[in-house]
């Protein structure tokens, strides 16, 4: 007996296999939406009895207490609460849920999923037999939950500059400062100098301008101390007071030493990095906001590598216009070649 060899046309494979990385429950095949909501939103599920008791202290506490270094106050994220009976299917692709689970035959309990309801979401489960325990677990778990869910954020917005990429700049980068950065279209050059770099967006919203800027450096690599808060200030005001003016006479950026810059040791795709946060304002000028500055060493070519990114929008809160830049200088990777 002949053997028959069947061939499916290359774009119905395809298909199939895509069927095979559909959510599927009870054995129904199920597409799962996309997010909904504005990034930095955080939607609680809890019941009204709560709300103002001990676990809903705790969840503002946790997730709505002041993010440091920002001029106006503004809270880690911006929560809404509803109740159980209330989270219908129209609130279900939230980015982020927070749900509080209070009843006497649930054993304490937390735990974080991914996609439960929509593509990109991130779901938190509380489970407490009563309102003394659910408030304990909340505080617990809220720094690192809170990191959780920023980091979800920042990785939103690379996901989302990775579809639009401004690739003629980001080969623009890598030559001329031994990186790359997932930048997306709509920066404009702003500087060109010597081991600087600088990029600037300008958006409009209504009648007023919102300015989103990166600037890139690099300088030898001589010690330790260029970890040092002191030492990255110093550098910061250094390198802006010569390249970041304004249009006022004898006007320069710099830290704005009021609020202490604060600072944080993180991993940068694997390299070890100091984070340093807080406030800019222009000397001689009427000018001022929220920077991030990335420090880290390329190793290979002995040199300290500097990524600060920084908003002026004066009629406008500034965290999400913030993390946009943040997710943009936290997608850097060094390229490894001799510089």
Partial sequence: ???????????????????????????????????????????????????????????????????????????????????????????????????????????????????????????????????????????????KTVSYLQKAEVERWQQHFAKVPDTKKIKEIEDFLGFT?????????????????????DKRVGEHIITQCISMWHYPFVSDSTFTLSNIITVRDSVTKR??????????????????????????NGIYAVEARGLWSMVNDFMGGPFVNYTFVDEKNARVVCIDVYVFAPQFDKREYLRELEAIALSAKLVLREH
């Fill in 181 to 201: 950065l997932a930048l997306p279209t709509g920066y404009l050059p702003m500087l060109k100098k010597e081991n600087y770099l600088s990029l600037r967006q």
């Fill in 1 to 143: 007996m002949q053997k028959v060899t069947l061939l499916l046309p290359l774009y119905l494979i395809l298909f199939l296999i895509s069927i095979l990385f559909v959510s599927c429950g009870n054995g129904n095949f199920k597409v799962l939406p996309d997010i909904t909501g504005r990034p930095g939103d955080l939607l609680v599920v809890i019941d009204t009895a709560y709300k103002n008791t001990q676990s809903g202290e705790a969840v503002m506490k946790q997730f709505a207490s002041e993010q440091y270094g920002l001029p106006q106050r503004e809270p880690f994220f911006n929560v809404v609460m509803v109740p159980h009976k209330a989270f219908t299917k129209i609130l279900q692709s939230s980015r982020n849920v927070l749900s509080v689970n209070i009843n006497s035959k649930y054993s304490p309990g937390f735990s974080i999923q991914k996609e439960v309801w929509a593509r990109g979401q991130v779901v938190i489960n509380v489970f407490a037999p009563d309102d003394v325990t659910a408030s304990k677990i909340i505080n617990a778990n809220g720094a």
């Fill in 243 to 268: 390249y970041q003016l304004s249009a006022a006479k004898n006007a320069y950026m710099e830290v704005y030493k009021e609020l202490p810059a604060l600072k944080n040791e993180i991993n940068l």
